[in-house]
């Protein structure tokens, strides 16, 4: 089978053999399984070698067009391979949409047309810097971020000594965004800011949560998130009742749920990515390790995720960044709705805010570039460190050191309800109110 280009989107194959065959995986077992029966030629092809061109009848338009390259890697095999299709979707959908419907993009006077050169980093750090650093080499002068902050801190800290913007979807660690780079991006708030909404959704609850637990994985984004559960859990008068450290890639988690159930908190609030966190829902299922609510920062967002526990599912609650209902409209696609139309009518997998994240980046970059009026990277990094625009996504405004703003691109809080995920906080976005407290797992099932 031949790799995914990027010609496959813009012939109309938009559903793509490789994403198509990855939405019929179930879960990440056969993810990690379809890495292996992968050759090596297959994992580090180009997957965006080729611009997305307009079809034949319109190539010699396209020839009066300059190309304006984004590089990067994202994990489309390996451990963060199901959120990676994700980010690596968005990127597919804002450039196949700028190009092909709205013919390119206009900056100082001149048109362009983008191309991607996204390469699969396999979820491993190694392979990304590896590959960001050739890129980096060959002429690359702007990036896009992977998945997972493991990922996104290495890579960012070879675009930052090579002076290159990197805007990215990918990584919330504070050490992302704590050592002083100038030319990092990101589309969420640093991982210890990112709670503050879901603490303020713990308040308006009825009977009001008394006491809470934390269990997060060793490392680099969980850790930090974790400790902005605590802060803002205990600022909104939680009390902290234990906090649980597991290995980075736990295995098992009976002894921690045991702790669990010996002293039960209103709240179990879990920190750490996808795989994980399905690890601790179904070992939660199996030993009836039940509380009133159940909060997982990464999982329940995906539909794959949803699947997998089925019914179990019902009344998890989780961070999310984008709906398709936000109000938010911009120039490109017009409203959040329409974004989401438009990615429905290409792709069969569904979408998630990683997805909606990954589209802002570009058009992100494209709103900087035509405030500079310039593609140099230095005047696009100013441009990005001024930002303050809205696109369908959120508005868009970074902290001085990177992150997003707080206020503005702060996290609300979803509930999967009936096996849909409904906005539960804040009130002005809400699509549903709260389930709480939660029913116990033998009332799921």
């Given amino acids: 089978m031949r ?34 029966r992968l050759p090596m030629k297959r994992r580090d092809v180009l997957l965006g070698a080729a611009t997305l061109a307009a079809p034949a009848i319109r190539s010699a338009q396209a020839q009066t067009h300059k190309t304006l390259v984004f590089g990067g890697s994202v994990p489309l095999t390996g451990a963060a391979a199901e959120t990676g299709l994700n980010v690596n979707n968005g990127y597919l959908t804002a450039t196949k949409y700028l190009n092909e419907l709205l013919g390119g993009v206009e900056i100082g006077g001149e048109k362009y047309r983008i191309q991607l050169k996204l390469f699969d980093d396999a979820s491993d750090p190694a392979r990304a810097t590896t590959l960001i650093q050739r890129q980096i080499d060959d002429g690359t002068d702007f990036f896009l971020g992977s998945f997972g902050s493991n990922i996104v801190l290495p890579t960012a800290a070879i675009t930052e000594r090579a002076h290159k913007p ?9 050490a992302i965004f704590t050592r002083g780079f100038k030319y990092v991006f990101g589309m969420y708030p640093r991982a210890t800011r990112q709670f503050a909404a879901a603490a303020a959704l713990f308040k308006t609850l009825h009977p009001t949560p008394q006491s809470y637990s934390v269990i997060y994985t060793n490392d680099a984004f969980s850790k930090t998130a974790a400790e902005g559960v605590k802060l803002s859990c205990d600022a909104a008068g ?6 649980y450290e597991l290995p980075q890639k736990p295995t098992d988690v009976s002894s921690v749920l045991g702790s669990v159930r010996s002293k039960t908190p209103d709240l179990l609030i879990c920190v750490m990515h996808d795989e994980d966190s399905l690890l601790i829902a179904r070992q939660m299922v199996a030993t009836r390790t039940n509380v009133k609510l159940l909060f997982q920062g990464l999982g329940p967002q995906l539909a794959s995720f949803r699947a997998a526990l089925g019914k179990y599912s019902e009344a998890l609650l989780c961070s999310t960044y984008w709906d398709e209902s936000v109000p938010y409209k911009d120039k490109f696609f017009g409203n959040s709705k329409q974004f989401a139309d438009y990615y429905h009518s290409k792709f069969t997998r569904p979408i998630a805010y990683h997805t909606a994240g990954a589209a802002a980046c570009i058009l992100t970059y494209i709103l900087a570039m035509q405030a500079a009026n310039s593609i140099d990277p230095k005047a696009v990094r100013d441009a990005l460190a001024a930002a303050d625009f809205e696109t369908f996504y959120s508005r868009i405004k970074f902290t001085p050191q990177g992150d997003g703003d707080p206020l503005l691109m702060g996290g609300m809080v979803a509930q999967v309800q009936k096996g849909k995920l409904e906005t539960v906080f804040p009130v002005a976005a809400k699509t549903a109110d709260p389930i709480y407290p939660a029913p116990p797992w033998d009332k799921k099932a």
């Fill in 238 to 243: 939680l009390k902290r009742l234990d906090t």
């Fill in 166 to 174: 990197m805007v990215q979807t990918g990584g919330g660690s504070d």
């Fill in 3 to 36: 790799p995914l280009l990027a010609e496959d989107l813009s012939a109309g194959h938009v559903s793509c053999t490789r994403t198509q065959r990855m939405d019929r995986l179930p879960w990440q077992s056969q993810l990690i399984a379809t890495r292996k």
